[in-house]
């Protein structure tokens, strides 16, 4: 594909991990999430645990949720193919994690998140064209 094309997809996955991760960057958005998360979950009789949250997991969904927050603006603001290439990377990381978490147990609904993650990560990992020679296409 085009550079510019993929660099649209870039900004895209940034634009989304902001819509999506914002409210884990702050115990006070995170617990609401969460509670909507959960709910969803038992209104649905989904498969998987999805326990009360604890200070500690609400620490670690709030480092997730900052890091991926700046993140998503350094890619908003300073778009590459190399940054494409490294959030591929990270979605597939996310994107096993979390099918480790479901297989160890937790809620299915953590699956939805999982289809994106594999969607942008294959997109972030396409030849592109006329991208700068140090960077790998």
């Not at 006070?28 to 969803?40: I, K, N, P, V």
């Not at 998503?72 to 978490?101: E, I, K, T, Y």
């Amino acid at each position: 594909m085009k550079q510019a094309r993929f660099l649209a997809i870039v900004k895209a996955s940034a634009w989304y991990d902001l819509a999506v991760t914002w409210p884990f960057a702050t115990p006070w958005t995170f617990a609401l999430l969460y509670g909507a998360l959960r709910s969803a979950a038992q209104a649905l009789d989904l498969p998987g645990a999805m326990p009360p949250l604890d200070a500690t997991n609400t620490l670690f969904a709030n480092l997730l949720g900052s890091v991926v927050v700046v993140w998503s603006l350094a890619r908003l603001l300073s778009p590459s193919v190399r940054m494409g290439r490294l959030d591929g990377m990270a979605r597939w990381l996310f994107a096993a994690w979390q099918v480790n978490a479901v297989m160890s147990g937790g809620s299915v609904i953590v699956l939805g998140f999982s289809v994106v993650e594999v969607v942008f990560g294959v997109l972030q990992f396409l030849p592109v064209k006329d991208a700068p020679t140090d960077v790998a296409t």
